[in-house]
């Protein structure tokens, strides 16, 4: 919906027709019946890229196999595990 007002009413309703101008609207101000400015919002900044996850965040300085396999202690519970498991054929 476009919305026309002449200077003087729109300097006493200036604050409804900028955010009517930022809900999308198109406010256009006008003199003698003439248009002359169009209100618009302004383009919001777009916000930073931010890094995810280790690699951006630390490179090179991680090993590339650090999540690959199992750790140590992981694996010697898994032989525990698997020394005592109870055949459920049996």
């Given at each position: 919906m476009t919305i026309q007002?002449?200077?003087?009413?729109?300097?006493?309703?200036l604050s409804e027709l900028v955010a009517r101008?930022?809900?999308g609207e198109e406010v256009v101000i006008?003199?003698?019946?003439?248009?002359?400015?169009?209100?618009?919002?302004?383009?919001?900044?777009r916000p930073a890229k931010r890094p995810l996850g280790l690699?951006?965040?630390?490179?090179?300085?991680?090993?590339?196999?650090m999540f690959l396999g199992p750790d140590a202690e992981t694996v010697a519970a898994m032989e525990?595990?698997?020394?005592?498991a109870i055949d459920p054929a049996s």
């Open positions: 007002m002449n200077i003087a009413a729109a300097k006493a309703r101008a930022e809900a006008a003199r003698g019946g003439k248009p002359i400015v169009t209100l618009t919002p302004a383009a919001r900044p690699w951006d965040r630390f490179g090179d300085g991680l090993a590339e196999d525990v595990w698997e020394a005592s």
